[in-house]
């Protein structure tokens, strides 16, 4: 009798438990969405995944009231050719109300066309306009290790379609980190956990005039 009691009871909480847990899906998914789409700079490349930038993020959003749904679409490795082919079916999906756009870091890496870059780029930013959705340019900087001319073409994409488009740019996502080695991982591309804040903290203010109270 006394184990049909405690089995009957222990049915009780999971089902509360199971019902809690369908009420945060539910709300959840009504939230608007932001939507990430990003390489290894946001896939949080040989860190703990609770530490990376995008976590910090959606913890930041809750704290400050902000009822944003945050998804983290990046891949590392990924290229902008690569991001402009998944990124129709992640609109679809997610229909975000804002998308983070941090990409360009491995075509620079690999000396791809700058030309081809901006294409895909130009493509994400008109893709997302047309779902209506907010855009935000995360801009990069990358060595002159195929020269100065190449370099400083790469960085003028992002100057070049922020002002094009009237899209918020951060002109630097890793300024304040790229440069401080004890804020780099061993292989020197990529911050460690204690650069992550840092990150957050560039973006932050590019961001904030997107965002409305929602709860």
């Known amino acids: 009798m006394f184990m049909l009691k405690f089995w009957k009871r222990g049915c009780k909480v999971l089902l509360v438990f199971i019902a809690l847990a369908l009420a945060i899906e539910a709300r959840s998914s009504d939230a608007?969405?932001?939507l990430v789409m990003g390489d290894s700079l946001s896939a949080g490349y040989g860190l703990k995944v609770e530490t990376g930038w995008v976590v910090l993020l959606q913890r930041r959003l809750i704290s400050k009231g902000y009822g944003y749904h945050v998804i983290d679409a990046s891949v590392s490795g990924e290229t902008t050719g690569g991001?402009?082919?998944?990124?129709?079916?992640?609109l679809q999906l997610h229909h975000?109300?804002?998308v983070i756009l941090e990409l360009g870091g491995n075509?620079?890496?690999?000396g791809l066309p700058?030309?081809?870059m901006k294409?895909?780029?130009r493509a994400m930013i008109e893709a997302a306009r047309n779902a209506h959705a907010k855009i935000l340019l995360l801009g990069m900087n990358i060595p002159p290790n195929y020269g100065p001319e190449y370099a400083g073409q790469f960085h003028r994409v992002y100057v070049d379609l922020a002002q094009q488009y009237q899209v918020p740019l951060?002109?630097?996502?890793l300024a304040g980190v790229a440069l401080t080695p004890q804020l780099m991982q061993a292989d020197g591309i990529h911050p460690t956990a204690e650069a992550q804040p840092r990150l957050l903290d560039n973006i932050w203010p590019v961001l904030l005039p997107l965002l409305q109270k929602v709860r």
């Open 107 to 110: 075509d620079g890496l690999r």
């Open 119 to 121: 294409t895909n780029l």
């Open 96 to 98: 975000p109300d804002i």
């Open 32 to 34: 608007p969405a932001i």
């Open 170 to 173: 951060v002109d630097f996502f």
């Open 114 to 116: 700058i030309a081809q």
């Open 83 to 90: 991001a402009r082919t998944r990124f129709p079916r992640a």
